[in-house]
């Protein structure tokens, strides 16, 4: 089953302003990763957090994480055009057969309008 | 300088006739990864290996198959593509297994089965 939701599925923004997008997951993880896709490529890495921690910042990038909530949100501030793509969140799997296997998430659609 | 480099970028085939897809990394990374992700869906882990060992994921139809013949490349094989197997092809690759490595991913081959 899907680890990882994101919401919303589709985030439509003026240029300038911030973007959050939320992703959900089931079970425990060890670590979340956020990956970035333009469309008809492949994925980028963004940014990895763990379980034992609560936000990670990588330059216009902020993440946090609430393992109680199993929830994670993905702040990207003063938005560009370039940032337009999609963003997936992505889970390990913490145990059994497929540990260190990422489950990816549906993820959302950014359009950043200039 | 390209790290993970997939060809053919589109790929054509009609249904029922065999095709392959090409991967290879510089990285020396010790996993490869082959996803497939069809439109506005998630990535789908179908098998990878580590190092020669090849771990399939209990989902994936045994139409396809994977082949490493050395550390820098990995095939896809879709030994009878029906229309259901029309989507993007991801290879991915990381250093090892573990839930905090990144993957790297390659540009996509994009399939289409006429």
């Known amino acids: 089953s899907q680890q990882g939701e994101e919401d919303p599925q589709a985030l439509s923004i003026q240029e300038g302003e911030n973007a959050t997008m939320n992703c959900s997951y089931k079970?425990?993880?060890?670590?979340l990763q956020w990956y970035r896709q333009n469309s008809g490529r492949g994925l980028v890495h963004l940014i990895l957090?763990?379980?034992?921690?609560r936000e990670k910042h990588s330059g216009r990038l902020r993440v946090t994480l609430d393992t109680s909530k199993k929830s994670s949100s993905l702040l990207i501030t003063a938005s560009r055009a370039a940032d337009t793509a999609s963003y997936f969140c992505?889970?390990?799997?913490?145990?059994?057969?497929?540990?260190?296997?990422?489950?990816f998430g549906k993820g959302t659609k950014l359009s950043v309008k200039p | 300088d390209a790290m993970v480099i997939q060809n053919p970028r589109y790929q054509v085939t009609q249904f029922g006739k065999p095709v392959t897809l090409s991967c290879s990394q510089t990285l020396n990374h010790n996993v490869m990864y082959w996803y497939q992700q069809k439109s506005s869906q998630a990535p789908k882990l179908l098998f990878h290996?580590?190092?020669?060992?090849?771990?399939n994921e209990a989902d994936t139809p045994d139409n396809f198959q994977s082949r490493r013949p050395n550390t820098s490349f990995c095939f896809l094989d879709i030994r009878s593509p029906g229309l259901g197997d029309a989507a993007m092809y991801l290879c991915?690759?990381?250093?090892?297994?573990?839930?905090?490595?990144?993957?790297?991913f390659g540009p996509g081959t994009r399939l289409t089965v006429l």
């Open positions: 290996y580590y190092d020669k060992d090849f771990n």
């Open positions: 992505a889970t390990d799997a913490r145990s059994g057969g497929s540990q260190g296997n990422l489950i």
């Open positions: 079970t425990s993880i060890n670590n």
């Open positions: 991915a690759t990381s250093r090892e297994r573990h839930g905090t490595d990144t993957q790297y």
């Open positions: 957090i763990r379980s034992n921690e």
